[in-house]
């Protein structure tokens, strides 16, 4: 039974009788209740009554989510792997270890699948909010009809917390002037604090928002796992404080462990050496370990290298030194990631809440990433040097690994020796390496066996009906005056303390960037894309999970009739959910920022940082930056406007009464230009530069004060396809420098009444 007329699919007899039948039907969104008093014509005369406010049933638990991203299924010691994980081993000793769980294989579509309970082509989240086409499966626009599990707890008496990495909001809502309905603070949340773009952070400068506003950066030294475990604590006390009965929920979504890879040096020296033996053995040891913590079967075997790995013993000495370093670094990201995690679990232990919360982890929101090379990357170097030249550059950096001045993601050795036992990786919904993540659930109140292992098939959509039916929350018909579709995922909460249970969600669909994949009853046929190929031209294979558990045998040939059920089911599984048209990326796109269509922009300091993916440069158009400002005196000096650091950007700033513009390609290329001879005049000036891309990638830059010429300076390369961790500043720069000629914040010491960005001639040049 896979459509059903209540909004929980596939939900049981039993836990239709633990909800109540007709209150999950009948639940109304009421906004205005009726008066029940008595109003007369004074006060002695009248009867007061006050509105009903929602409210949980007495002891309903605290429920917390956590994400972590980019890891794969043998990373953690929880499942076998040899990061250690203390507060993670702890939840699942003291709970359950699911084995058969799966998310989307990428980052954002995961997010809203989760958040929803639909499915990510349902929900419009099929990629990125950077990659959006205007069909309903990819257009990023969550629909309000497919509420969060926030708005639902709400509606329950929940308070509502979210915290760190979202990366599902549209873009052209990522302004200072929204719309905010599509923020964490529009879809239920409360309170929110982390950052509402982009899949990664800076760790060590990271650029965050409180609700819908840019916090001011403290340079504080702090660690982003650190902020928000201070600030998760700091919520949930304080909404203890002010309603000790009431409940809450929180969602933790860390930017561990995807790149960059940053963490401080004690954490990742805990692990020097202990990943010389390299990736072939570390493969061996975590199976080794997996079996005998039973989260793998007994029989289970090393499936073959990913095609490119290379065989450790055949590496250089500097090779090998070079990528175990990566290793250490990434391997005391997680264990710090699960410090501060474990930080926020002990505080709710000391408040006497963890008792009665329920905790879903979810180790990852796809399997490790394969975005770090084979060399990995220390720094973005860019995109058009050779492996060669790119570990050379590593080497010689290395001691820069994990600092505040790397953007590291370790090599994709390490990437499938973490997604052990499963081939592939991140990105590829084919493949079980893809898509095959840990999941732990603690709840003390509910389940019965502690350190139990559940194997029943699980998805990502599966969390919300599950935290629904556990926390006995019904679903209103209408949420803020939207009526509710159905919830796509199976409830999971029948095999909590009942093992042998048979599954029941039997049928999902996967599919990213066109590669793609269709599960039924332990069956999965599966197509790895090839960019740019004709899907009609994409391989199927077929496998039986029931007895090949990590795909090491292809059936298609010798059960064709089998493979062609399957390939039918995802065509209709597809078309019902959204996931037509398939695309690669190589039909191209553009970004859908507030700025694309606009010829000039005007921006005023004290405005909030632009964030830059959705910004005013995102997308790639010659423009002129014209400074209307006054100078003070020979003192005057500081940044007119500032995009991105030292990853990249660019500056616009008075320095030694000279006007400068910096131009910093991604790969650390810094292109300056002064102006020449006389010192800028005193009192009100217009400061103009003029950046004009050619269709070769190279460019100009020529720097103008009141109209008259006064530097320029050519660009043999030019930023194209790149999105900075540190976004757009009006009088000051953030964060970190874009130039090394002035410290941050270095704010303009004059007055600026605006800075124009005139997109004239206004040509998109593509992105390079």
Not at 536 to 549: A, P, Q, R, T, V
Request: aromatic share 12%; hydrophobic share 35%.
């Amino acid at each position: 039974m896979r459509n059903i007329f209540f909004p929980i699919r596939n939900l049981s007899l039993a836990a239709l009788t633990f909800l109540g039948t007709s209150q999950f039907l009948n639940a109304q969104y009421t906004p205005v209740q009726p008066y029940k008093g008595k109003a007369g014509k004074t006060v002695k005369d009248t009867q007061e009554s006050w509105p009903e406010k929602k409210k949980a049933p007495a002891g309903a638990p605290n429920v917390v989510w956590i994400l972590l991203d980019d890891i794969g299924y043998g990373a953690i010691s929880t499942f076998g792997g040899l990061i250690n994980t203390p507060t993670l081993d702890s939840l699942a000793n003291n709970g359950l270890r699911y084995t058969n769980f799966h998310t989307t294989a990428i980052c954002a579509p995961t997010r809203a699948a989760l958040l929803t309970g639909r499915n990510s082509h349902s929900a419009h989240m099929g990629l990125f909010p950077e990659t959006a086409i205007g069909t309903p499966g990819y257009d990023a626009q969550i629909p309000f009809e497919k509420a969060t599990i926030a708005e639902i707890l709400k509606e329950n008496g929940y308070n509502t917390f979210a915290l760190g990495k979202w990366h599902i909001t549209p873009l052209a809502d990522l302004t200072p002037a929204g719309p905010f309905n599509r923020w964490p603070t529009g879809r239920g949340f409360e309170q929110f604090y982390g950052f509402p773009s982009r899949g990664s952070i800076d760790q060590w400068h990271p650029e965050l928002w409180e609700g819908t506003h840019r916090q001011k950066d403290e340079q504080s030294g702090k660690h982003f796992n650190e902020l928000i475990a201070d600030r998760a604590i700091s919520y949930v006390s304080g909404q203890k404080a002010g309603n000790p009965d009431k409940p809450f929920f929180l969602y933790l979504a860390t930017g561990a462990g995807h790149a960059p890879h940053q963490v401080a040096k004690s954490w990742s020296d805990k692990y020097k050496g202990k990943f010389d033996g390299g990736w072939d053995e570390y493969r061996e040891k975590v199976l080794a370990n997996q079996i005998k913590l039973g989260v793998v079967p007994q029989n289970a075997k090393l499936p073959p290298r990913n095609p490119g790995v290379k065989e450790w013993n055949t590496l250089s000495a500097d090779e090998q030194k070079l990528y175990a370093r990566f290793m250490e670094t990434y391997a005391g990201f997680l264990e710090y990631t699960d410090y501060e995690i474990g930080r926020f679990i002990r505080h709710l232990k000391n408040a006497g809440q963890l008792e009665n919360t329920l905790v879903f982890v979810s180790v990852g929101d796809n399997g490790a990433s394969k975005e770090g090379t084979f060399v990995g990357t220390v720094n973005n170097y860019g995109t058009g040097i050779s492996e060669e030249v790119r570990l050379k550059k590593n080497l010689e950096n290395i001691d820069l690994i994990g600092s505040e001045f790397s953007k590291v993601n370790y090599p994709l050795g390490w990437a499938a020796a973490t997604n052990v036992p499963f081939r592939h990786w991140k990105q590829d919904a084919n493949a079980e390496g893809g898509t095959h993540n840990p999941l732990i659930v603690f709840y003390p109140k509910g389940i019965k066996e502690k350190g139990g292992i559940r194997n029943q098939y699980g998805h990502v959509i599966d969390i919300l009906p599950t935290t629904l039916e556990l926390v006995n929350a019904r679903i209103p018909e209408n949420i803020n005056g939207y009526k509710q579709d159905a919830v796509e995922g199976t409830s999971l909460a029948y095999s909590l303390n009942d093992a042998a249970a048979k599954d029941r969600h039997t049928v999902q669909y996967y599919e990213i960037h066109g590669s793609r994949a269709i599960y039924k009853d332990g069956w999965k046929a599966g197509s790895l894309h090839v960019k740019g190929q004709d899907f009609n031209e994409d391989k199927w294979e077929l496998y039986n999970l029931k007895s090949d558990f990590n795909e090491t045998t292809n059936l298609a040939s010798e059960q064709p009739a089998k493979l062609k059920e399957l390939r039918a089911l995802f065509d209709s599984e597809a078309t019902q959910y959204n996931v037509f048209p398939l695309k690669d990326g190589t039909q191209g796109y553009t970004l859908q920022t507030a700025y694309k269509d606009l010829d000039k922009v005007v921006l005023y300091p004290g405005q909030s940082t632009i964030v830059d993916v959705a910004g005013p440069f995102a997308i790639k158009k010659s423009f002129s930056l014209i400074a209307d400002a006054e100078l003070s005196g020979v003192e005057t000096e500081g940044v007119l406007l500032s995009r991105g650091g030292f990853e990249g950007g660019l500056s616009f700033f008075v320095q030694n009464r000279k006007l400068n513009f910096v131009y910093a390609v991604g790969d650390g290329t810094r292109y300056s230009v002064t102006s020449e001879n006389a010192t800028l005049p005193a009192g009100k000036v217009q400061l103009r530069a003029d950046i004009k891309y050619e269709t070769d990638g190279t460019g100009s830059i020529s720097l103008y004060v009141n109209g008259t010429k006064a530097g320029a300076t050519k660009l043999e390369k030019t930023t194209g396809y790149i999105y900075l961790h540190e976004g757009v500043n009006v009088g000051f720069d953030d964060l970190t420098p874009v130039t090394d000629t002035y410290k941050v914040p270095f704010a303009f010491t004059g007055k600026i009444d605006r800075v124009t960005i005139d997109y004239s001639p206004a040509q998109e040049v593509g992105l390079k």
